[in-house]
């Protein structure tokens, strides 16, 4: 999930496991920590914007919003927006004080608290990042992305019923937001309901073909249920997204161990473990083919 960005001139939206049906074949720990993925290019494994390096073109964007800051200080959207642009390149303390500053100007700023949480989430402290969540849909319960940020902490604290009854409430609010089926298809996935899990990632993939995540997450549950050919062509779609994957390369490997084809499961692997050498996934699955 991305951080809901508002500029000051205008306004822009901006694993689990492999459970018990691949247990026996050792291919456990694929889902630990997969959440969702937004418009942002955020990989959502805790919900909040991925970082990336500060070019010059950020550093620009950062003056430009100070100096805006500074001539409109009590302009909210300046603040949830620079705080956005800090989130975006791991200044997390930054971005909450931008996000705090917002919300003090602005009380019933939903996007604001929103942004907080997600960014308090990334800080570790999900204590407050629940908090905020939840101050966000008290300013506004037709904000979908609380109900979304929140769902997603309460599935990692294992809380599927309230996750899922968030979830519910943000498809009515938003039927056509792509993270609320991702979402709710991975606490079916964790369920062991993987016909309902991926009728839940191909609504996520119709509403954003563009994201690797739904992809990745509907190849696992193909996997399971032995749709192999499917699983394949979703973990190399996820890979056209973004082809330093590691778990869908290792996933890819998976399908392909599965399948009987041990050369292009060994590459696969191979691949995974160039991305990130302590795949652990990768690993055992080089293991089990005799391909170390």
């Known amino acids: 999930m991305s951080m809901t960005v508002q500029t000051p001139s205008s306004r822009l939206a901006p694993k689990g496991r492999w459970f018990a049906a691949l247990a026996a074949a050792g291919l456990a720990g694929l889902l630990a920590g997969c959440d969702s993925t937004g418009p942002l290019g955020a990989s959502m494994g805790r919900g909040v914007a991925a970082t990336t390096a500060p070019d010059e073109g950020t550093k620009d964007n950062l003056q430009s919003l100070s100096e805006y800051i500074r001539a409109n200080p009590g302009d909210a959207q300046g603040y949830n927006t620079r705080g956005a642009a800090y989130a975006r390149i791991g200044r997390y303390q930054d971005a909450i004080a931008d996000f705090s500053q917002a919300v003090r100007i ?5 996007a604001a608290f929103t942004n907080r949480g997600l960014a308090q989430r990334q800080a570790g402290n999900d204590q407050a990042a629940m908090a905020d969540f939840t ?6 319960p037709r904000h979908a992305t609380a109900y979304i940020a929140r769902a997603n902490l309460l599935r990692t604290q294992n809380n599927l019923t309230a996750a899922m009854a968030d979830l519910t409430e943000a498809i009515r609010i938003a ?8 979402a709710r298809g991975l606490i079916h996935q964790r369920q062991g309901d993987h016909a309902r899990a991926i009728s839940d990632f191909d609504n996520a993939i119709d509403r954003n073909p563009f994201v690797a995540a739904p992809y990745e997450a509907r190849g696992q549950s193909l996997t399971i249920t032995g749709k192999l050919d499917a699983a394949i062509e979703d973990f190399n779609a996820a890979l056209n997204v973004n ?4 778990e869908a390369w290792a996933g890819l490997g998976v399908a392909y161990e599965r399948k009987g084809d041990r050369m292009k499961a060994s590459e ?3 691949r995974a473990l160039v991305v990130n050498p302590n795949s652990s996934l990768a690993r ?3 293991s089990r083919i005799g391909r170390v």
């Open 175 to 182: 039927p056509e937001n792509a993270e609320s089926f991702h």
């Open 284 to 286: 055992e699955g080089l």
């Open 268 to 270: 696969s692997y191979n």
């Open 135 to 140: 101050a966000a849909i008290q300013a506004n």
């Open 243 to 246: 082809n330093r994957n590691a």
């Open 106 to 110: 602005d009380p019933g700023n939903a």
